[in-house]
């Protein structure tokens, strides 16, 4: 080996971040570029974000999944639906779910997760890790989305028509479906059927008409694949959003130009929710040419930096 070449692995030296007093989002995750390990990667994915939103031909897809809403990420989400960051949101019923309590003011409070749950259930007291709600919410959800399903129309209609129409009947601003309604953007939900949104559905369904085609939503959605001149997914966890995302591009002669996921699941297992977004390119889901990074860390804690660290550079374009 001749040590006087240079060697191109060794042209980028680690930098220490400086950390000092006031500063933005987007200092401190610049600060992080120069580090290794979980902060590289964050700036890493801010990059990516910042260049998938700023770009006019992109389609941005959205994929929550976990307990994002009850642990407090439902503002972000909205927001970033209101300022046409979002133009698809697929998620898990559950996040639905807690979004409308949440928008019917019912909130959930602080709690802990060295919890004695038995006792928690003799005060009707439901635990999400660190979350604490009452089991009255449920049924103060139970009457109202009782009341949506009544006033539906008699046609058949799709899953994702049916969280439009909840959407219609909220009032919070802060609520994802009831600003995903406003701004006409669509929510789509393939498995509404395990969450309590479609409990109460079927609950409905057993003694009332109600039309709903499961499949109904995978025309549309395909259709907003086909016409993307360019598409870039970010994924917070894992499960039925992030592949009902990805494996859209199965069908079409495209594939994601960005991907970014916020994960802390591991691909040992061979699941999904952990699986590598370059794992995906073996699929044709994520093109062979796509700017893509996966975080390990806790949603919680990298979403919220990186909106702000993005539309601090998107202020300044």
């Known amino acids: 080996m001749d040590f006087n070449t240079p060697n191109k692995k060794l042209s980028t030296p680690v930098k220490g971040a400086k950390i000092v007093a006031n500063m933005t989002a987007d200092e ?3 600060e992080y570029g120069g580090c290794a390990f979980g902060a590289g990667r964050l700036a890493e994915a801010v990059d990516i974000y910042y260049e998938m939103l700023a770009s006019e031909k992109t389609t941005k897809f959205f994929g929550l999944a976990g307990a994002m ?17 979002i133009d698809v949101l697929v998620t898990t019923g559950a ?21 004695n749950d038995i006792q928690l259930r003799h005060e009707c007291i439901d ?6 709600l009452p089991d009255q919410h449920f049924t103060d959800l139970e009457e109202f989305l009782q009341g949506v399903y009544s006033g539906l129309p008699q046609e058949k209609l799709s899953i994702r028509q049916v969280l439009t129409e ?25 498995a509404l059927q395990d969450s309590v949104i479609g409990l ?33 997914a970010l994924l917070l966890g894992g499960g039925v959003p992030k592949n009902y995302i990805l494996q859209s591009m199965l069908v079409t002669p495209k594939a994601f130009d960005y991907a970014i996921q916020l994960t802390m699941d591991r691909p040992e297992t061979g699941g999904l929710s952990g699986a590598t977004l370059d794992e995906a390119q073996s699929w044709g889901k994520v093109g062979e040419n796509a700017k893509s990074v996966t975080v390990y860390a806790d949603a919680t804690i990298t979403l919220p930096l990186m909106v702000a660290a993005v539309r601090t550079r998107l202020s300044k374009r």
């Open 127 to 132: 635990r999400i890790y660190d979350v604490y």
């Open 166 to 190: 909840i959407g219609k009947n909220l009032s919070d601003d802060s609520s994802i479906l009831k600003t995903a309604a406003e701004m006409g953007v669509p929510v789509y939900c393939p």
């Open 95 to 115: 996040n639905m779910v807690h979004d409308t309590v949440e928008a019917l003011g019912l909130h959930h409070y602080k709690g802990t997760d060295c919890a």
């Open 28 to 30: 401190l995750v610049r």
């Open 69 to 85: 809403t009850p642990a407090g990420m439902r503002n972000i989400v909205a927001d970033l639906i209101r300022d046409g960051h």
């Open 200 to 232: 109460q559905a079927w609950l409905y369904k057993e003694g009332n008409p109600l039309h709903v085609d499961a499949f109904a939503d995978m025309h549309e959605f395909m259709e907003i694949c086909f016409e993307a001149e360019s598409a870039g």
